[in-house]
């Protein structure tokens, strides 16, 4: 019998009243600070009084360092960060960048002016270097509270649309599974407590937590149980082609994220059939990603219905909350039928995005 623990909540959930900062060390936001650190040397470069090409190649050597350090440190200091408060943590990486700054700016001073200046060290540059990287650096942070604020608010807000999704189970398919249960009580007691025990499956998993991630194994399972209540009442109409490889242990999903769509592939790809249909059901791992495709025939209905539409937009705002880029949720015809294709990241530890 499938278990539908918690799981702890991921990094990118994290409590808003503590400090988190964006993965700095990723390829897309070293290549973003690199960018706004050359544009902020040529803002310096023409707010002196001197322009030149010297100038311009020294302004950009010292903001880039200082940029890459910085970025280098927090990305490095980002757990121990995130288990301070708010204002804590704050605090202790615009400490971090004014330390950083300080330490290019002593050894540019050596490098550069101390073959002019002599042993001693000149230091009004230095503070001048400190109080635009203070002020920068207070930008950049109520930046990140601000969209810390925001991606706080948008969690909250779609933990409540997917809380309302999971609460409700379709009122037809309740009052299905009912009356199965009804007319297999007297002829066939043993499929009638089967299909309670699925029910009740359905139902446990429908009240858990919204954010909680399952092994691939345990929704998979899930899955079979809801097509084997659904096989009672369509009967013949109903084929399923279940074709799985070996799931990986490491592979987790958002609880309820495949049933709903084989819920949608039986309700607008059989149920509109007289003669009903096949349903299949692939999963194959591809590198450090598992896919899982399930494609139903294609319907005269004239469009996929409001519903169906609602589920796969929550599916996708709840891996992108979860998972980031790395997960997709794509759909589409294809060959003659509908084909919904979920690729999921192999967990490595790293938890969820940032």
Same mark, same amino acid.
């Given at each position: 019998m499938?278990?539908?623990?918690?799981? #702890?909540? #991921?990094?990118?959930?994290?409590?808003?009243?503590?400090?988190?900062?964006?993965?700095?060390?990723?390829?897309?936001?070293?290549?973003?600070?690199?960018?706004?650190?050359?544009?902020?040397a040529l803002v310096l470069l023409f707010a002196g009084a001197e322009i030149s090409w010297v100038r311009l190649a020294l302004l950009s050597l010292f903001v880039q360092w200082v940029a890459l350090l910085s970025a280098g440190a927090l990305c490095a200091s980002r757990r121990a960060l995130a288990r301070l408060p708010l204002a804590g943590g704050a605090m202790a990486a615009f400490a971090l960048v004014l330390a950083v700054t300080f330490a290019v700016g002593l050894a540019a001073d050596r490098v550069v002016a101390g073959a002019i200046t002599g042993p001693s060290v000149d230091w009004w540059p230095i503070l001048r270097q400190l109080v635009i990287a203070s002020i920068i650096t207070a930008l950049v942070l109520r930046y990140f509270y601000v969209q810390q604020q925001?991606?706080?608010?948008?969690?909250?807000?779609?933990?409540?649309?997917?809380?309302?999704?999971?609460?409700?189970?379709? #009122?037809?398919?309740l009052f299905n599974s009912m009356n199965i249960i009804a007319s297999l009580i007297e002829t066939d007691p043993q499929t009638a407590e089967s299909v309670v025990e699925d029910l009740s499956e359905l139902f446990r998993a429908s009240l858990n937590?919204?954010?909680?991630?399952?092994?691939?194994?345990?929704?998979?399972?899930?899955?079979?149980?809801?097509?084997?209540?659904?096989?009672?009442?369509?009967?013949?109409?109903?084929?399923? +082609?279940?074709?799985?490889?070996?799931?990986?242990?490491?592979?987790?999903?958002?609880?309820?994220?495949?049933?709903?769509?084989?819920?949608?592939?039986?309700?607008?790809?059989?149920?509109?059939?007289?003669? $009903?249909?096949?349903?299949?059901?692939?999963?194959?791992?591809? $590198?450090?990603?598992?896919?899982?495709?399930? +494609?139903?025939?294609?319907?005269?209905?004239?469009?996929?219905? +409001? $519903?169906?539409?609602?589920?796969?937009?929550?599916?996708?705002?709840?891996?992108?909350?979860?998972?980031?880029?790395?997960?997709?949720?794509?759909?589409? #015809?294809?060959?003659?039928?509908?084909?919904?294709?979920?690729?999921?990241?192999?967990?490595?530890?790293?938890?969820?995005?940032?």
């Open positions: 499938a278990k539908y623990n918690s799981q #702890p909540e #991921p990094s990118g959930a994290a409590s808003a009243d503590h400090f988190t900062l964006p993965d700095l060390c990723t390829a897309p936001a070293i290549s973003l600070v690199v960018l706004v650190a050359e544009l902020l925001l991606r706080a608010q948008e969690q909250s807000e779609l933990r409540a649309r997917i809380q309302a999704l999971q609460s409700r189970i379709r #009122p037809h398919f937590d919204a954010g909680n991630l399952v092994p691939l194994a345990d929704e998979l399972a899930l899955c079979e149980r809801y097509a084997r209540i659904e096989s009672l009442r369509l009967g013949d109409r109903l084929t399923l +082609d279940w074709s799985l490889a070996p799931v990986p242990g490491n592979a987790r999903v958002p609880l309820l994220t495949l049933q709903p769509l084989l819920e949608n592939a039986i309700y607008h790809g059989i149920q509109p059939l007289p003669e $009903g249909g096949r349903i299949g059901v692939r999963l194959w791992t591809d $590198g450090d990603r598992v896919k899982v495709e399930i +494609d139903n025939p294609l319907t005269p209905e004239p469009a996929r219905s +409001d $519903g169906n539409r609602m589920a796969l937009a929550n599916i996708r705002s709840r891996l992108a909350v979860l998972f980031g880029v790395r997960a997709e949720l794509e759909t589409g #015809p294809r060959d003659g039928r509908f084909v919904t294709t979920l690729t999921l990241p192999l967990d490595d530890g790293a938890g969820a995005a940032g």
